[in-house]
């Protein structure tokens, strides 16, 4: 059974940084892209960032480009997202996904999910 789960969630004031976690199980995790997308109260869920199966390359959001991060460690089935320079504009229920096309921008295009973990920013 393919399980993903995400941590690192929580409250941070707007500028500051949070790394968030996805742990991988059940699945051939070096087959698999991966990506994060977030969905804030009343909007439609948006893509973050993406992810090659090899850390390799990576992908981002206009919106979090130069302040977002992904990285990946194949040996733990492990990807990240570290943020930085929080804004409010933030705040969502971020999730982890995996992806078998490599393609990253569609969440069509993703396999498996996890449940998602909340990034509140205030001022």
């Known amino acids: 059974q393919v399980q993903l789960v995400e941590s690192g969630g929580g409250l941070v004031q707007a500028g500051g940084s949070l790394r968030l976690s996805c742990t991988a199980s059940?699945?051939?995790?070096?087959?698999?892209?991966a990506g994060w997308f977030r969905q804030a109260p009343g909007k439609a869920r948006e893509f973050v960032g993406g992810?090659?199966?090899?850390?390799?390359?990576?992908y981002y959001a206009d919106s979090v480009k130069g302040r977002f991060t992904l990285s990946r460690d194949n040996a733990n089935n492990k990807f990240y997202l570290q943020m930085n320079s929080l804004k409010q504009d933030d705040t969502a229920l971020y999730s982890c996904?995996?992806?078998?096309?490599?393609?990253?921008?569609?969440?069509?295009?993703?396999?498996?999910w996890g449940q998602g973990t909340q990034v509140t920013v205030s001022l």
């Open positions: 996904a995996t992806n078998r096309f490599h393609t990253y921008y569609a969440p069509e295009d993703y396999d498996y």
């Open positions: 992810i090659t199966w090899d850390g390799d390359s990576t």
């Open positions: 059940g699945l051939s995790f070096t087959t698999y892209s």
